[in-house]
């Protein structure tokens, strides 16, 4: 009840004065502390400690699973249980005699709702399926770069943390690349439009439906099958980028007794391979 009160004492200017004036003092008694313990130490030894400091919250931070891995797995999970119920919806084309359909217009068209559906799903903001992937792969090479650039000012000291950072590359690496894999084995079949193409033409030609409903019919399902494919060698593009930068993560030194368990079998789904277990 008393939110309001607050918020509005908080805009008043002689309260933001107070506020300001108080951080002011803080970091001017953080100035005079650092000014001190510079004068103390010296500035390399200052600038050695703080770096170790800063890089040890940094992946004490990053390297948390609520930072990357607990998200993606979230992600990847309900995206999953999405996908199954939408590909659930479609199904192949009728195998009846032609000639005894009710109406095979009715179920094309129901059919290619489906398939707007699952389209949209799969290309369209905000659930863009490929583009969340690639957007966790971005976070990924950066996570590489840093640890590159932490390799290029490295220290004898900073050998522990940067091994710490290189088993985290490794398990979201080896996150990335076997969950993309599972989504790919459950996206829909690229072939399936084309062959709700081809059945519609017969069925058109058999019921006396207009030539040009069933041209613009079967082109509709080509550019989805286009569509579709190209999706699915995206997302294959994008696994491969993920597996090589977890041979990578191996090839940065870290425990070899730790690196045999997460070996890629290439060509393998998910279930066939060693990567959950990092």
């Known amino acids: 009840q008393n939110l309001p009160c607050w918020l509005g004492l908080c805009k008043r200017p002689e309260v933001k004065a107070k506020a300001i004036d108080r951080d002011r003092s803080a970091l001017d008694i953080l100035d005079l502390l650092l000014e001190a313990i510079v004068e103390l ?52 084309p009728p195998t009846e005699n032609m000639e005894t359909l009710d109406w095979p217009f009715a179920i094309a068209m129901e059919h290619a709702e489906v398939e707007l559906r699952i389209t949209k799903f799969l290309a369209s903001p905000p659930s863009v399926l490929l583009v969340t992937l690639l957007q966790y792969g971005h976070q990924l090479t950066s996570f590489l770069q840093w640890i590159h650039l932490a390799e290029d000012n490295g220290q004898t000291h900073q050998c522990q943390l940067l091994n710490a950072a290189v088993k985290e590359l490794g398990r979201r690496a080896s996150q990335l690349a ?4 599972e989504l790919l084995e459950h996206l829909p079949d690229p072939g399936l439009p084309s062959r709700w193409g081809q059945w519609f033409e017969t069925a058109g030609q058999a019921q006396g439906i207009s030539e040009g409903y069933c041209e613009r019919f079967v082109q ?55 990567l959950g277990r990092i």
């Open 220 to 274: 509709q399902r080509g550019k989805v099958a286009s569509l579709w494919e190209r999706t699915r060698q995206n997302m294959q593009s994008a696994i491969e980028s993920y597996e090589v930068i977890f041979r990578i993560s191996k090839e940065l030194g870290y425990d070899k007794e730790e690196a045999h368990c997460c070996s890629f079998v290439p060509g393998q789904g998910a279930e066939a391979s060693c």
């Open 41 to 92: 130490l010296g500035y390399e030894a200052v600038l050695e400690g703080f770096d170790v400091v800063c890089q040890r919250w940094y992946l004490a931070a990053a390297c948390h699973p609520l930072c990357f891995r607990d998200r993606f797995e979230t992600w990847q999970l309900d995206t999953l249980i999405r996908l199954d119920d939408l590909v659930s919806q479609a199904s192949e």
């Open 178 to 181: 076997a969950g993309g894999q």
